[in-house]
């Protein structure tokens, strides 16, 4: 700060001397080679090194990694090849008035089945959303959107392997047929990757009118898939699910969202940011329960641990 007002007083046509000489009548003791000491002194490592870091996280203003808080910031930076710890990223957040998005509140969506026609299955998760391997247990919910054309909805199907978003579909009407579809898509992407499904998979939800009707049981059976069912009005009984939307809602539909181009008139913006906000979500967003890593890379460690080991062939 100093050095910035004898540059000032500088450039007003004074010489460094009588200006040191003022300050220091005053209380500030500095002497005019000093000042030339600071002048051309080459910045300190760290300094240098705040200047990158500042730039990095600079950078990523208006990006989805913008709503990192520091504790996903601090991993995300060292994946792009800087050294730096939490209070470092603490720090110059800080100093830049940056900080992570913060999680909104819950919405209702669950509305109970009743009669005949929704019979409940069993609750076969008990609040345990791991899973030793990828495809032996999913949770499913969905949410709603508003835009100016009205509501849209958006089901969810996640494994609780990797917390891979596997399946989603958007619609103007949360009916049977749109969490259908999402698990029909989450069945088709892990068969497209090489991975089908096998016999003995948990597929998990609230006790909502669609997931326990007649028709969405029948499709469940017909893969050979397991129906769990929470308890009604229970939040932790289908929690991973619930925390997955509490992203969703803040991350990607959120008004100063990354993924927004602008407001949400119509279905189709909300179909598309769901599309942008999923691919990062799997493919780039960083998990602390994974150890800050992407849920695809995640399973690909997982696969790639898997694979038998080939022979080493010697000359005979």
Avoid at 10 to 31: K, N, S
Avoid at 78 to 94: A, E, K, N, S
Avoid at 140 to 153: A, C, H, N, Q, R
Avoid at 176 to 193: E, I
């Amino acid at each position: 700060m100093i050095c910035q007002f004898i540059d000032q007083m500088r450039a007003q046509g004074y010489r460094v001397d009588p200006i040191c000489r003022v300050l220091t009548e005053q209380g500030v003791q500095v002497a005019g080679r000093t000042y030339r000491n600071w002048k051309t002194a080459p910045p300190s490592a760290r300094t240098v090194t705040d200047a990158y870091l500042t730039d990095a996280l600079l950078a990523t203003i208006g990006t989805p990694e913008g709503m990192y808080g520091r504790r996903k910031m601090a991993p995300y930076l060292r994946r792009q090849g800087h050294q730096i710890g939490i209070g470092t990223v603490d720090r110059l957040m800080r100093d830049e008035g940056l900080s992570g998005v913060v999680r909104g509140g819950k919405h209702r969506t669950t509305i109970a089945g009743k009669g005949a026609g929704h019979r409940r299955a069993p609750d076969l998760v008990d609040r345990d959303f791991t899973a030793a391997e990828p495809n032996r247990k999913w949770v499913t919910d969905f949410t709603y959107v508003l835009t100016w054309s009205g509501f849209v909805y958006v089901a969810f199907v996640i494994d609780c392997f990797s917390r891979s978003i596997v399946g989603w579909q958007t619609a103007t009407i949360k009916d049977t047929v749109m969490v259908t579809t999402a698990l029909r898509m989450a069945l088709w992407r892990r068969d497209h990757d090489g991975h089908a499904v096998d016999e003995g998979l948990i597929h998990h939800s609230d006790a909502g009118s669609q997931y326990t009707s007649i028709r969405f049981a029948e499709t469940l059976a017909a893969e050979g898939i397991a129906a769990s069912i929470g308890s009604l009005g229970d939040a932790y009984d289908n929690a991973l699910a619930e925390s997955t939307i509490g992203l969703f809602k803040t991350e990607a539909v959120a008004r100063d969202s990354p993924f927004l181009t602008g407001p949400l008139r119509s279905f189709d913006d909300v179909e598309f940011a769901t599309m942008e906000w999923v691919d990062w979500y799997n493919n780039r967003r960083l998990h602390s329960l994974l150890g800050h890593i992407p849920p695809a890379e995640y399973e690909a460690s997982y696969y790639a641990q898997q694979q038998p080991s080939q022979p080493v062939m010697t000359q005979p």
